[in-house]
């Protein structure tokens, strides 16, 4: 049966960190031909076609859970994903970036703490849920956008084969080789 288990697995050492880093937003639809690992073959080599990559670059409390969801009575399973995080200082280019956010359904590029890329929205993109715009009442308040996008997808985010150098810093050359020659958009 093509659903059996292939591989078991031992507990793992206490090396790992939770949160994220940066999101790239990849505008719905500017994907192109996906290339998977031929030994993890759920792992993205490359993906063609993707002109631009924006970054966000992250740090707080900013989070991506991915929920799967399965009924035996309907025979039925899907991975819901969520993507929480805060943008600090309430600017007029970002303003009209989340207005754009909100509008659209991008693909996300999440690059995690460990240094790990997941690519989420990949079929169907992430659509903004809710978002919050504050100006804070207090002079520590937060001034700036909080947003939470969500996807649904058939499966759980894959990982993106992205070498990352000593040091654990991520060059634009290394996303490039992945995305291949998109563009990295900061602000």
Not at 115 to 123: D, R, S, V
Request: charged residues 15%; contains cysteine; proline residues 1%.
């Amino acid at each position: 049966m093509s659903c059996d288990l292939t591989n078991g697995r031992l507990e793992v050492c206490k090396t790992a960190v939770g949160g994220i880093d940066a999101i790239y937003f990849i505008n719905y639809g500017d994907m192109g031909a996906i290339t998977y690992d031929a030994v993890y073959t759920d792992t993205i080599a490359t993906v063609a076609g993707v002109t631009s990559l924006f970054k966000y670059e992250l740090k707080g409390t900013n989070s991506f859970e991915q929920t799967i969801t399965s009924s035996r009575e309907n025979g039925t399973t899907f991975v819901e994903q969520t993507l929480t995080f805060t943008i600090k200082n309430l600017t007029e280019l970002a303003h009209k970036q989340i207005k754009l956010l909100a509008w659209g359904r991008p693909h996300v590029l999440v690059q995690t703490r460990n240094n790990q890329f997941f690519l989420a929205g990949l079929e169907h993109g992430m659509d903004v849920t809710t978002g919050l715009i504050a100006n804070g009442t207090a002079m520590g308040d937060l001034s700036g956008y909080t947003m939470t996008l969500v996807g649904q997808e058939t499966l759980a985010a894959n990982f993106c084969d992205v070498e990352v150098t000593p040091g654990n810093q991520v060059t634009d050359l290394q996303l490039q080789a992945v995305f291949t020659g998109a563009g990295i958009e900061k602000e």
